[in-house]
């Protein structure tokens, strides 16, 4: 099975910047789609952003022109650049890789990395 390990997280000042790796020890073209998603203490995990083969991108509305995912095939590698960060940015942040088969969604999580936003 394709283990993700994530990396990149610490604390930053509001306003600052951090840049999330999201290492796969298999190849994401294996997958439909790998995201970002992030939880806060107390919260649901919610959707940041995705990445589908094709290149295609959604964005949660709260980090819309802040935040940008990319893809490096070749690397098995996602990242999440993150600018202008916000105190409510302040989360647990989790790697994604899922799959459709016959109808069913499989989903594969990393453990996860803390960001910390200062203000």
């Known amino acids: 099975q394709v283990q993700l390990v994530e990396s990149g997280g610490g604390l930053v000042q509001a306003g600052g910047s951090l840049r999330l790796s999201c290492a796969a020890s298999g190849s994401i073209l294996s997958f439909n789609a790998m995201g970002w998603y992030r939880q806060a203490p107390g919260k649901q995990r919610d959707l940041v952003a995705s990445?589908?083969?094709?290149?295609?991108?959604n964005y949660a509305d709260s980090v819309k022109g802040r935040f940008t995912i990319s893809r490096d095939n070749a690397k098995n590698t996602v990242y999440l650049q993150m600018n202008s960060l916000k105190p409510e940015d302040t989360a647990g942040y989790y790697c994604n890789a899922n799959r459709m088969s016959w109808g069913k969604r499989y989903d594969i999580w990393g453990q996860g990395t803390q960001v910390t936003v200062s203000s």
């Open positions: 990445i589908t083969n094709g290149g295609s991108t």
